[in-house]
């Protein structure tokens, strides 16, 4: 799991940064600290990484993406939120 590109969770531990993950079947969406990520999972995995191991809360499907909360980006493009 920690193979893959890209910032990994301690990466983002370090910025005070929160890992955003949604449904793409449903469109639901999550802001998830990254503590207990980091507990869980360890810190050296890849944030795209954490979608295998979440599921949807609102429906139960696996097809969901993370990817990190940068709330000053904005949405990103092509993908429903509907507010936390």
Do not use: F, I, T
């Given at each position: 799991m920690d193979n893959e590109a890209g910032p990994r969770l301690d990466d983002l531990a370090r910025q005070d940064?929160?890992?955003a993950?949604?449904?793409?079947?449903c469109g639901h969406h999550k802001v998830l600290?990254?503590?207990?990520?980091?507990r869980r999972l360890g810190g050296r995995t890849a944030v795209a990484a954490v979608a295998e191991r979440l599921s949807c809360?609102?429906?139960?499907?696996?097809a969901i993406e993370t990817r990190?909360?940068?709330?000053?980006?904005g949405v990103v493009?092509?993908?429903?939120?509907?507010?936390?």
């Open positions: 940064v929160a890992v993950a949604w449904c793409l079947a600290p990254v503590d207990p990520l980091r809360g609102a429906c139960g499907g696996r990190p909360h940068y709330a000053g980006l493009a092509g993908h429903r939120w509907h507010g936390d």
